[in-house]
Structures are given as C-alpha cells and as structure tokens.
C-alpha cells in the first residue's frame, strides 16, 4: 500500500467537496478497493471516507419504491426483506465480512462485470440517484468496470420499483462466488426484464429476446428453444464462452422458475 | 492406560489451545531489536535473459540498507536436489544449479533477481520498483511436450528440458511388455495428475540474525524440518558450519510438504544479516506463495492395465512425464520416481510392473512432493484405469479390484513395483467399507436424486501407500543424499516431568499430544507432565522432519527406543534404592516395585535420586536421567484403504457436489483416534479439491493465471461432505515398536480416484459415454465432456 491521506466528511456536501481534489478516491466498505491499494494497483492520495455520512444510509419505501442509500451495506439489504429477490441477492454477495463493510453504492460505482448488485439495478430498472443528477439504470452501465459517472460524484441512493415477482440466480464462480453467470428476472405490470451478469465483456446487460418471450408467458417453458450468442461473451479459465451463454438460459429459466 | 490417556486415547489436542486462541508463535509474530525488511524483486516474465540490473536509483532511496543480485552469490553453492535419479541408460540425471537469486537469466514468474533489504518493508517494497532491470522476454517453455520437443532449454547449460529418463523396473520391462501383447484385454487411459499449489495458512517467512562477536547466526524460518534446512544450508548454499548456525521452526502454520525445501530466501537473509549486522525479516505475501512456494503433482500419464480373460491382472505398464519446474526443489527428483514407481502395483497381486517417467524442466514453478507425493499420482492412475477396465469387462468394480486383491496370507508380499508390504486386509477394508457407506443402498438414493433431476453415481477405490519414510541403506542405494532415520532424546528433570525433544516438526499433526500419550503409556505415568520440544536445531539432537506420514513411525519409534533406555536406566536406580538386583525390578503405574515384595519407589522418586545422587553407585551408573535415541526403520510402512464416495451431478449445469465420502484405513496400531480422524477429515479435504477445484493453470506465456484466490479454488466447508472415517480395520505394521503405519496423507491419496470414479459412474448412468474427465472436474469441464458424449 502506497501512503494516502484520509478524510472522514459527515454530509454529502462535504464529501463531495473533498472529492474535487482531482487525486482522491470515494472510500465506500473498502472491499474492492482496500485489496486493490494493498496490492499497490492504486495509488490516491487521498480517500474520502463514506461510511460517516449519515444521509446516505438507510433504506426507505414508499408508493411502491424501495430506496436504498448509497452507503447502506449489504448485510442492511439483506436484512430489509421488502423487496425479496433483492434481499436474498445481497444475502449472497461475498462472506459475512465482506457484507457488513461493503455498499450497494461502491459495487454500482465499481460496475464489476461479475458483480450482482449491477444485475439487480439493470433488472429492476432502478434509478442511480448521485450528487447532481437521477440516472436510469439502462443509461449507467455503460461497459465492464464503466459507468456514467463522472469523476467525484458519488452515488447517494438507488431507487428500486418493487416488482410483482422477482428472483436472481448466481452460478458462483468457484472460487471468487461473485457470478460466473447470474440472472435477474423481475417482471412487472410494464412487461419484464431480464438482467445478466457475469458472462459478458460488455459488462451487465439486458436479455430482450427473453424480455420479449416472458412478456407473453411468464414461464421457464417460455424460453425453450431461445439461446444466447457466445460472441463477446467472457471465456476464462472457470467457463468458455458457450458455455456461459448455455448457463445464461439455463439460470435464466430458474429465475423465472423461481420468482416471487 | 495412564489418567488422562495414554495409547489409544482420543486425548484433546494441547496444542490447540495456543493455536484457537491466537497466542501460537509464528516467524512473523518474532520481531527482534533493530529488525529490517527484505523485499524480493521477481520476474514478470516466464523466462528472460538478464541483459542489466541497475540497483544505483534503488540503493539511494531512503531507508535503504543493502540490495542484492545474482551476482552477489556466483561464489556459493546452489540448493541442492536430494536425491541422485539415473535414467534408463545409466546417464544420471541433469542438476542445473539453483541459485539464491537468479542470475543471467529468469526462469519462471516469481523468480527472484534482486532482493532490497531496508529499514521498513514499504520502503523495500519502493526501493524493488525502483531496480531497473533489463529482461529481455523469450519464448516460455510451459506445456512439458513442448518442452521435450523444443530446441531452446530452460537451462541452457545442460542442452535439453528433460531430467531423467527413468525405468522402474527396467529388469521387468520385456516381461511387461510380452503380457500386453498376448493379454486377452486391455485397457488404456490417458488422464493428467493437475498441479495444485499448496497454500499452507501461513505463507512462507524467515527471519537471520547475525552475531559478530561469535560469528553465529539464527535463522527462524516456516520449515517442516529445521535440520535439514540447516544441513542444506551448511553442506551446500553457504557453508555456515553447523555448529555456527541454529535453525528454528517455530510454530509453522501447514506445510502439505511446500515447507520441507530450502528455498533461496533463507540464504538470501543469512547472507543480508551479516553484511549489515542486523536482523532481517521477509514474508511471503500471498501472491509470491502461490508464484513461488513448490507446486505439487502435474503428471500426465499413459497408463495400460491388461487382464486375462477371467480378469486376473496380468501387467500395469506407464508411461508418465513429470513437471518439475524451472529448478530442482529438493525431493523433486525422489517424488515422481521412488515415492510413485514403486507403488505401481497397488494393492493387487498382479505380476509385472513396468513405470518410464520423464521429468521434464519447464518455466514453471518448481514442482516437488506435496501431501502424499508420488502415491497419489500412482493410486490415481491404477484406480482410474482399474475402474475403466471394470466397465469395460462388465464387472463390477469392487468384485474386479477383491479378485485381484493381495490376501492375508501372503504377507510378507513382495509386489511386482519392488517393494515388500508387510501387512493387510484389503478385503476385510472394503467389507467394512460396504458395510459402513451402505453400498447396498446405493440404487434407491440414486432413484431419489434422478427425480430430483441430478444424476447420482457411486465411485470406490481401494488404495495402499508407503510412507513412513525410509530405510537409510535402502534409499541409499535408490540416490538419496540423505538418511531417513529420526532422533529423541529423552529427559527425566528431577522433579520427575519430561522433556522430550523430537526430530519430527508439528505443524498441524498434533505431535505435542500423541508423543507424550506414547512416553506416558511406556512410564505409567501422566501425559501431562511431558512436553514435546521440537522444531530448534539447538535444542534437539538431529531430526530428518516431518513429511511422507513418518513422524510417528520413524520419530515416535525414536521416542519409544530412548523411552526403553530411560527404563532400564531407572530401573538401575530403583534396584539400587530398593536393594534388589535391576532384573528384578517391575515398571507399573508409574510404580517400580521389586518382583514379589511390596517393595517399591515412584517414578518421580527415582528421577529425583538421579539428580541428587546421594549414596548412588556412582562407579556403576552416571547420574541424571537422560537418554538419546536414533531409529532408521527396516521397511516402509504400507497403509492401506478402501474408499467410496457419492456424487451428484446437476446435468443442466455440470455442477458436482459430494454428497458422501468414507474412508475406511488401515493405519495400523492408532495412537490418538481423534488426531487420526482429523488427519484424514483434512487429507479427504485436499483430495476433494483437487479432484473438483483446484485449477493450477499457467498460459502459454507461462503467467500463473490461478495466483490469487480470485481465481484458484480452496475447498470450503461448503464444497465437503460429512466425512465417514473408519480405522477399526487396523493391521499392525510388523517392524516398527509401535505397529503404527502413518495416516497424514491417506485422505489426499484416496479421494481423488474416488471422486473421479463416481463422476464418471454418474454421467454413464445418464446414459452418457464419458469414460475420463481430468480433474479438476469443473463445471465446466463436467458440462463440455457430456456435450461431446
Ligand atoms: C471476498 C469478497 C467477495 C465478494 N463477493 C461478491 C459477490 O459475490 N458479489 C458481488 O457483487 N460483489 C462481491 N464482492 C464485492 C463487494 O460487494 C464490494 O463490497 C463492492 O463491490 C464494493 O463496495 P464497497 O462499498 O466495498 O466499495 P469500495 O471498495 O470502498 O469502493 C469500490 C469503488 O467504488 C467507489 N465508490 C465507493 N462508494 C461509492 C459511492 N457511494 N459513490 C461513488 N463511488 C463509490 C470507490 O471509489 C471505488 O472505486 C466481494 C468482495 C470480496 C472482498
């Protein structure tokens, strides 16, 4: 680890002013980046700590919309319970560690191609809500690791509409458990959405061929006969690329199986 | 049996509560007055020709104390391999130098060049990105084929990759051969033995200091046996005389056989402690312990088993090219040899045995035993042709290997591989086996899975291995450097408690409970008045260490001989103090009473007249109560088992979870059935993991693409089944005092086949035509071999 200095700010003004120094970096649960600093992979000079901005904590519902600070950790979603597949999801996010440090904010910022939270936000449709401005989640993931975030703003809260059924279903990779492919279905009075991650280079995205089909038949029968290109798709030592495409239908198909 | 346990006890591991309650004393807990950081400076290419080091900018930075290169140690020796292999022509094997740090050329990602030695390790740690090193990439030599085919070398000095060519037993190679040729069946699979990094808890650390005003150096280091170290280093790297030089281990977090070798790194602070006359400190981060720790295993292998038409065994035949890395790691060139060859023949009376292994240098990290070395690699094979060969007969697999199997009157059995097991009961295991895993009930959980929409498949492998390591005049005509015996000294303090200093190192075995659950049986006295001493050259006569399950059986017949010493000796004592003659003297209960008479004196009575000699027959006895023993055993000893196990496999996914794993062992007399239970609960852990998980893979520019836990699966407590062990089948081993035979690797031998087994028996009941799938057998690989089948 490089020396960095810290600051701790109470409110999101603060924060966001400790942010404009152009070499500081947003500290949220540390649990991507504090591996990463270890490893000298990084080197800010300075971290703005999140975890003692009151306002960006806690989880609220209301007229059919859960949200969700940015800075509320995952163990807090998990516990929440009002939006089930959302709960269960971050239930299953890493170790007991990793989830009583770690926030829905920093794993959206951080849009790791692998990661669930994004799956969740994709699927629900979900706003970003940062500092400045509201964004829709089909306009934030922009790419792998990308996002619409433009340097010092943060994410303050996310926005979920609570869907009539949802489900997410992750086929851990063996040795990290972040998703070799996961799939979030969630289907809605507007139609539904089906959000993957893990499989592709572009980052999470959106299955509409399946979207399509389970508009008309919310049922894993449905989806006989529908397959995912391989192109683009990731091949790593864990999977090739066919065989992440077959588990997309293949999760795909359980998460509307499994939907409540 | 003594209070609180002797032979035979599961007595509560004392060791334990150090190690639960973060009081244990590992290298990197010592911190002395004035220590400094030592950061390695490693490779990024697979292999690369030095043109420049530039230290200057490195050496200026603050903090900085002293850098080193290859050049800094031409003049010493290099690490040595311990043990001498002749190929089939009688050439012997190629030995390239293994330096401290490299020097002219890089050999695998992770080796180290250049070393900082500074104040504190961030400044190290800035200091290394400061060397300019100019290394100019070539072409790494990864796969072991290639490697054979290639006209560019890992060593360019020694003209080829391959080590040794070896035949085992070249004598019985036409013989083998012939039964091929005229057998009524064979079978053949080609299958590979994956690498697996042995990521013991703790990473690797050694910390020297240097004395100038004697000249003497203690070095604390993560080592499974500080003798040899020290004799590696004194005989071969530097050539600190030994009486200069006190190595200790002190608590060391897991070995798996990764911390058996001497690596450069403890050179490399011995040389810096003396150049700048303070101590220094490394520790291994966890990316150089995969990079640069010895892997393990990494065999492919053509095995071919031929039958008669009955489906007697006639011959094993293989051929195999063993990985042993960019350099030669200390046991490397014993493990895929003798510690593998001659266990070819298995359990099984088959008649000829022939083994061809080449060992090939590729730009990999060095390869060398881990848990179990060598026998698992043979066990695998057999096991996983043995199976094929049952399918392709029709016969049930467990009626192929009893038919075969060695019977319990042909003991002393001389196998065709060259060795002589001294017992078993290998049908007596795989009843007991039947019997505990409820064989017989297999069809009906198999319907239960298949309506669940999972396929079930049952796998059994019966295993025997040879560990207890080793007859010294034995390995001695096989090219090893070194003897295989142990040592134990025994001391009687004058209060009647005891210290009894062990060649044998504990690292997770449990010494410090079994071994004086043996002396307290012997004396009739409380265990807990006797402490185990290990791991410091300063304190115990010699030791060869721990590895190849031989702690108990080598070590522990140590203890037992100078155990039976301390008993003559008090006896002696007793006589005298009683006024009778020694031969008359009985030892019960911690009591020596004169035979027929209610004469008696306690054992702490005479270990305190040994030390207060008053009116002691000083021209017949020494006083003190102090005793020394060596033991070089006259056979290895051969455990042996029956596993099976139960898989399912989620056929839309490929995804395999044991659903059932029992290990039925015949270890021979057991100590601490506890202890022992926990040996295999960990072995069966590693064996699964390799089986399913462990995916060591470097790509084809040699970069290790599993180098951090991100990518390389360790079996966690959900990845395991509850274990069945059973070692109530036991055999007593017929030449070492205790009749122990040696249980820290069983469960990391016998488990894979097991699991590769039952895989396969899972696919072809779901009507696949898979016969092999290499381990590990991901998901992946599961889901891809059904789509092709
Ligand atoms: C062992 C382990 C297992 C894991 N398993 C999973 C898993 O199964 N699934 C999964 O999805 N994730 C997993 N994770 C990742 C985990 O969820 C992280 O907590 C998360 O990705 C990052 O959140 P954080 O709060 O820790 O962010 P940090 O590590 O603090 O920051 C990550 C990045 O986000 C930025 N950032 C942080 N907060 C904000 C904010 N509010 N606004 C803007 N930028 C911000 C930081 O500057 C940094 O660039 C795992 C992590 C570990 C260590």
């Known amino acids: 680890m490089y020396a960095f200095d810290i600051e701790r700010p109470a409110t999101v003004a603060e924060a966001v002013a400790a942010l404009s120094n152009e070499d500081a970096q947003a500290l949220g649960g540390g649990q991507t980046l504090i591996p990463t600093l270890k490893q000298r992979l990084a080197s800010p000079e300075k971290l703005v700590s999140l975890t003692g901005v009151a306002e960006m904590k806690g989880i609220s519902s209301a007229g059919g919309v859960l949200t969700i600070g940015g800075g509320t950790t995952h163990d807090d979603v998990a516990a929440d319970g009002s939006y089930k597949a959302l709960s269960e999801l971050a239930a299953n996010i890493g170790d007991p560690a990793v989830r009583s440090r770690g926030t829905i904010g920093g794993s959206i910022a951080n849009n790791d191609p692998s990661a669930c939270y994004p799956a969740a936000a994709l699927g629900s449709g979900a706003t970003i809500v940062t500092n400045e401005r509201e964004i829709a989640a089909d306009d934030y993931f922009v790419g792998m690791f990308e996002t619409a975030l433009d340097e010092g703003e943060i994410i303050t809260a996310v926005k979920f509409p609570i869907p009539e059924k949802a489900n997410y279903q992750k086929f851990v990779q063996p040795a990290s458990r972040f998703a070799l492919v996961g799939v979030f279905v969630a289907k809605t009075a507007d139609g539904v959405r089906v959000a993957v991650t893990g499989a592709s280079n572009e980052g999470v995205h959106r299955w509409t061929a399946a979207e399509e089909a389970l508009s008309k038949d919310f049922s894993a029968g449905a989806l006989d006969g529908l397959t995912v290109s391989a192109d683009d798709l990731i091949a790593d030592l864990h999977g090739s690329a066919e065989y992440r495409a077959h588990l997309v239908a293949v999760m795909t198909k359980r998460a509307v199986a499994a939907a409540s | ?789």
Request: with cysteine; glycine share 10%.
């Open chain 2, 1 to 789: 049996m003594p209070k609180d346990g002797g032979i035979g006890a599961s007595t509560v591991r004392r060791e334990d509560v150090r190690f639960l309650t973060g009081t244990g004393q590992y290298c990197d807990d010592m911190n002395m007055f004035g220590q400094t950081s030592a950061v390695f400076a490693r490779s990024t290419v697979a292999n690369g020709v030095i043109k420049s080091i530039d230290t200057s900018a490195a050496e200026a930075m603050p903090g900085v104390l002293a850098v080193f290169t290859g050049e800094d140690f031409v003049e010493v020796g290099g690490n040595p391999a311990g043990w001498l292999i002749n190929s089939r022509d009688g050439e012997p094997m190629k030995e390239p130098k293994r330096p401290v740090l490299a020097h002219g050329k890089v050999r695998h990602v992770g080796d180290a060049y250049a070393a900082v030695i500074a104040e504190t390790i961030e400044q190290a740690k800035d200091a290394v990105e400061a060397i300019e090193a100019d290394i100019e990439e070539l072409p790494a030599l990864v796969n072991m084929k290639d490697a054979l085919a290639a006209d560019h070398y890992v060593h360019d000095e020694i003209g080829t990759n391959q080590c040794f060519d070896w035949g085992w037993i070249e004598d019985n190679r036409a013989a083998t051969d012939a039964a091929i040729k005229g057998a009524h069946h064979v079978t053949t699979l080609e299958l590979v033995n994956n690498r697996l990094v042995p990521n013991a808890m703790e990473p690797r650390c050694s910390m020297a200091q240097y004395n100038r005003a004697n000249d003497e150096y203690v070095l604390h280091t993560t080592s499974q046996n500080p003798h040899l170290t020290r004799l590696l280093i004194s005989a071969f790297v530097l050539g600190i005389p030994e009486n200069k030089l006190t190595v200790i281990a002190p608590d060391v977090g897991g070995g798996f056989g990764s911390k058996i070798y001497h690596y450069g790194e403890e050179a490399l602070v011995l040389a810096a402690a003396k150049k700048i006359g303070r101590p220094v400190k490394w520790t291994a981060d966890r990316t150089e312990a995969f990079l640069t720790d010895a892997h393990g295993r990494d065999h492919v292998t053509k095995i071919e088993l031929a039958m008669d038409k009955d489906g007697n065994f006639l011959a094993f035949r293989t051929e195999t090219m063993a990985n042993v890395g960019a350099y030669l790691s200390n046991f490397s060139t014993a493990t895929p040899t003798f510690l593998h060859g001659t266990l070819m023949a298995g359990n099984y009376t088959v008649p000829n045995v022939y083994v061809n292994v080449k060992a090939v240098f590729t730009n990999t990290a060095p390869v060398d035993a881990y848990r179990g070395a060598g026998r698992p690699e043979a066990t695998f094979s057999l096991e996983r042709v043995i199976d094929k060969a049952a399918r392709e007969i029709g016969m049930d697999p467990i009626e192929l290997r009893r038919k075969n199997f060695i019977k319990p009157d042909q003991y002393p059995f001389a196998s065709a591989a060259g060795l002589e097991y001294d017992s078993g009961n290998y049908d007596a295991l795989m009843d007991q086996m039947e019997k505990v895993a409820d064989v017989a009930g297999f069809e009906a959980r198999r319907k239960a899975s298949e309506k669940k929409g999972k396929l079930r498949g049952f796998g059994v492998n019966a295993y025997i291995e040879a560990c207890g390591i080793a007859p010294s005049n034995l390995v001695g005509v096989l090219g090893s450097r070194v003897g295989l015996y142990d040592a134990a000294t025994v001391r009687v303090n004058a209060t009647g408690n005891l210290s009894v200093m062990v060649g044998a190192h504990s690292h997770g075995q449990g010494h410090e409970t079994a071994f004086p659950q043996v002396v307290a049986e012997m004396l009739g006295i409380d265990p807990q008045s006797i402490d185990i001493v290990h791991g410091d050259t300063s304190k115990i006569p010699f030791g060869m260490g721990t590895y190849g399950s031989r702690s108990l059986a080598v070590c522990g017949s140590a203890v037992v001989r100078a155990t039976e010493k301390i008993i003559n000796k008090a006896k002696k004592i007793a006589a005298h103090m009683l006024e009778a003659s020694d031969g008359d003297i009985e030892l019960k209960d911690g009591v020596f009473s004169v035979a027929g008479t209610d004469k008696s004196v306690t054992f702490g009575e005479v270990a305190l007249k040994a030390y207060i000699p008053h009116e002691f027959p000083l021209e017949d006895i020494e006083p003190g109560l102090e005793e020394t023993a060596f033991y070089d055993p006259a056979n290895f000893t051969y455990p042996s088992g029956a596993y099976c196990c139960e898989v399912e496999v989620d056929p839309e996914t490929g995804k395999v979870t044991v659903e059932s794993m029992t290990a039925v062992d015949d270890f021979g007399n057991v100590i601490n059935p506890m202890i022992v239970t926990g040996q295999v609960h960990g072995g069966l852990g590693q064996g699964i993991g390799q089986a399913l998980l462990e995916n060591t893979t470097y790509d084809e520019n040699g970069q290790l693409l599993s180098a951090s836990y991100m990518d390389y699966v360790m079996p966690r407590a959900d990845d395991l089944p509850f274990y069945t062990v059973d070692h109530s089948q036991g055999n007593a081993c017929t030449h070492n005092p205790l009749g122990v035979k040696g249980c820290g690797e069983a469960g990391a031998i016998g488990s894979p086949p097991t699991v590769v087994n039952a895989v396969i028996d899972a696919l072809q009941s779901g009507g696949k035509s898979v016969t092999h799938i290499d381990m590990p057998m991901t998901p992946h690989r599961v889901w891809s071999a059904m789509q092709n089948a």
